[in-house]
Each structure stands twice: as C-alpha cells, then as structure tokens.
C-alpha cells in the first residue's frame, strides 16, 4: 500500500515515523516538492507569482488522482487535504495530525466514514503510534461524521458548544437508524487546554465564536503552527450557515495577533506559509465585506429576498462556493442585525 501511494504526485508518504526516517521523509518531499508540484504550486523558491489563488483543484492544474494530500508542515507535524463535493464544485477539507512518541493527535476528521478512515490509513502509513486524541474544531458534518472511524478509546475534544450540538445530533429520535454513531466528547474546552503529549506542547484554545459557535484552533508554539479549522475558509465563499458574523472577524484578529507563521485552513489549499498568511488576511477582508454589504442593504430597508437579490460582491462573487452560500450568509448577517442570534453563555 505504500509504495502505490508514494507514487501519486502531492501525497508525501513514508515509512514508519522515527528520527532517522524523518530526515530521510524530510529530504524525499524537497524533492518532491521541486520536482512534482501541480501548475501553479508553490515549489521552493519565490513562486508566489504564478501561485492561482483559487479553491478550485483543477483551476490549479490538478486532477482527481492528487488527491489526497499529505504535507509535513514540521517535524512529525502533517496537513491532509481530501477532495469532496458541494452541488457540482470540488474543494478541499483539510485535518491535520500531529505524531508524537505517546500517541497521535488528530484536528478534525473528514465527512463520513470511509473518508475518515482514508485520513486513518494516511496515518498508519507514517507512523505505528496509535490515535489518541481527536480534537473537534468543527462540529459539522463534513468534520465530524466519520469521527466513528477513530479508536473508541481515544478522547474526543471539543468545546461546550460543539458537544451540546453533537449531543443533541446523537440523541435525535429521528436519526436513520442506519446512520454511523456519533462519537460525543469525552473532554471540553472552554478557553484553553494545555496538552503535553510526547514531548510535544499542544494548546487547545477558542479563541471565539467563529464558523459554528465552537470553534477551536490547535496551536503547536514550538513549530509555530495554528490549525484554523472552518475559520479559515481559503478562497472558499463565507460559510455562515451557523456562523456568529462579526464575532467572525474579532476571531480572526485575535488569531493574526498570535502572529504564528502558519496558518493552516479547514477548506482550500495548504500553501506556503508565507501565502497562507496573506490568504488569511484576504479572507477576513471577505467576511468584513460580507457583512457590509448586507449592512447596506438592510440599511435600505430591503427584505432579505430582495436583498439576496440584489447583493454584488464584486470579486468575492467569483469565489468557489459563492453561487451556494452568498444568499445563506446574508440571511445569517440579517440576524445578527436584528438580533436573533444567541449571546455567547
């Protein structure tokens, strides 16, 4: 099985983790990277220049079978983009895992069971240390439903917000009886949790509401590394189907206030470190001109249909998923607006 995935191009996979062979990981994906990176990656030197900016994977040059991706953004540290669908468009959802001597922790699962269990074999293909902690930075379903997928025993993280939603989902009478258990956290995180883990210092934080309302970020201080999760959506229209819009963007400054130097997404591409830090500040620049434009039009006295109806967002327009949740996320701005939003506990 390795060595069928170590010859698709983007998937940096190796042998068993351990010092040596980290080295020898560390050198195979250099050359990797310089010498099979899709159009438009970047690939060692300044090539932010050609890099497309765009969720889109063919826009990009690739194809289906880049698919998934594994990065080691440090040492033992790894990003991992899997495709899916929303209607007819393709994008990315991003976990990323960390592999340490005691075990190894997991941020964010993919949306079913069998995808969840791809990220699973990704990992087993690294690294013999068993999954320990999964932490549940974002509690839907594209996250989350294949967590079943996991060891039983690991422990599931989340924040009180996100395990009351995974509670209720569980308990839901109407839940097809055919439908994979939903794993509910055995740990909650209201603001911050140190983990030592291997070695390894690991932070747990909320930072604010956000995409869901329980949005945590994992932080690795030492390798500089801040996984977003669904905060971050990059060139990914705004998502607000459950989101707290203004509070959306205090997160995200809080998050540039950390000044880590990397910034890693729960949609859209793992770019250099460099071009993740721009995106971020792009992206937020998103979620402002979201709201404003939905501020202006409210400010009119428009309904929301018509609202919806008559909203330009000039560039953001063209953003991937923009056609599916532009209307969604002037409904959410309207109620926050008016008020119908839940205060924060």
Same mark, same amino acid.
């Not at 983009?81 to 960390?98: D, I, K, P, W, Y």
């Given at each position: 099985? +390795?060595?069928?995935?170590?010859?698709?191009?983007?998937?940096?996979?190796?042998?068993?983790?351990?010092?040596?062979?980290?080295?020898?990981?560390?050198?195979?994906?250099?050359?990797?990277?310089?010498?099979?990176?899709?159009?438009?990656?970047?690939?060692?030197?300044?090539?932010?220049?050609?890099? $497309?900016?765009? @969720?889109?994977?063919?826009?990009?040059?690739?194809? +289906? +079978?880049?698919?998934?991706?594994?990065?080691?953004?440090? *040492?033992? $540290?790894?990003?991992?983009?899997?495709?899916?669908?929303?209607?007819?468009?393709?994008?990315?959802? &991003?976990?990323?895992?960390?592999?340490?001597?005691?075990?190894?922790?997991?941020?964010?699962?993919?949306?079913? &069971? @069998?995808?969840?269990?791809?990220?699973?074999?990704?990992?087993?293909?690294?690294?013999?240390?068993?999954?320990?902690?999964?932490?549940?930075?974002? *509690?839907?379903?594209?996250?989350?439903? =294949?967590?079943?997928?996991? #060891?039983?025993? /690991?422990?599931?993280?989340?924040?009180?917000?996100?395990?009351? $939603?995974?509670?209720?989902?569980?308990?839901?009478?109407?839940? #097809? +009886?055919?439908?994979?258990?939903?794993?509910?956290?055995?740990?909650?995180?209201?603001?911050?949790?140190?983990?030592?883990?291997?070695?390894?210092?690991?932070?747990?934080?909320?930072? =604010?509401?956000?995409?869901?309302?329980? *949005?945590?970020? &994992?932080?690795?201080?030492?390798?500089?590394?801040?996984?977003?999760?669904?905060?971050?959506?990059?060139?990914?229209?705004? /998502?607000?189907?459950?989101?707290? #819009?203004?509070?959306?963007?205090?997160?995200?400054?809080?998050?540039?206030?950390?000044?880590?130097?990397?910034?890693?997404?729960?949609?859209?591409?793992?770019?250099? #470190?460099?071009?993740?830090?721009?995106?971020?500040?792009?992206?937020?620049?998103?979620?402002?001109? $979201?709201?404003?434009?939905?501020?202006?039009?409210?400010?009119? =006295?428009?309904?929301?249909?018509?609202?919806?109806?008559? /909203?330009?967002?000039?560039?953001?327009?063209?953003?991937?998923?923009?056609?599916?949740?532009? @209307?969604? @996320?002037?409904?959410?701005?309207?109620?926050?607006?008016?008020?119908?939003?839940?205060?924060?506990?």
């Amino acid at each position: 099985m +390795e060595e069928e995935l170590m010859k698709r191009n983007h998937v940096a996979v190796w042998p068993r983790h351990g010092s040596a062979l980290r080295a020898f990981a560390a050198t195979w994906l250099a050359l990797v990277a310089l010498g099979c990176a899709a159009p438009g990656d970047e690939a060692g030197g300044d090539a932010s220049a050609e890099l $497309v900016r765009t @969720a889109d994977p063919f826009a990009r040059g690739y194809t +289906e +079978e880049d698919f998934p991706r594994l990065r080691e953004l440090a *040492d033992g $540290v790894y990003s991992y983009e899997a495709l899916r669908s929303a209607g007819n468009q393709r994008f990315t959802t &991003v976990s990323m895992f960390v592999v340490t001597d005691e075990g190894v922790l997991v941020a964010d699962g993919q949306g079913n &069971v @069998a995808e969840t269990q791809r990220l699973i074999d990704h990992i087993a293909s690294v690294t013999d240390y068993p999954i320990t902690h999964v932490v549940i930075c974002s *509690d839907h379903g594209d996250h989350t439903a =294949g967590n079943s997928a996991f #060891p039983a025993d /690991a422990e599931f993280i989340a924040h009180p917000t996100s395990a009351s $939603v995974l509670e209720a989902t569980a308990a839901n009478p109407f839940r #097809p +009886e055919d439908a994979p258990p939903v794993m509910v956290p055995t740990r909650l995180v209201d603001e911050r949790e140190v983990l030592e883990l291997g070695g390894r210092t690991i932070e747990i934080l909320f930072l =604010g509401r956000a995409h869901t309302g329980g *949005d945590l970020v &994992v932080h690795l201080p030492e390798e500089d590394i801040l996984f977003m999760s669904e905060a971050y959506l990059h060139r990914v229209f705004p /998502a607000m189907r459950t989101a707290y #819009p203004s509070e959306w963007v205090a997160m995200i400054e809080r998050a540039q206030a950390m000044g880590a130097g990397t910034y890693v997404p729960g949609h859209g591409f793992v770019d250099s #470190p460099e071009v993740l830090r721009e995106e971020l500040e792009v992206f937020r620049q998103a979620v402002v001109q $979201v709201i404003e434009e939905s501020r202006r039009l409210h400010g009119q =006295g428009l309904g929301l249909e018509e609202a919806q109806a008559r /909203a330009d967002f000039g560039e953001l327009g063209d953003w991937w998923l923009s056609e599916s949740q532009a @209307a969604r @996320a002037i409904q959410q701005v309207y109620a926050e607006l008016d008020g119908m939003l839940p205060p924060m506990d």
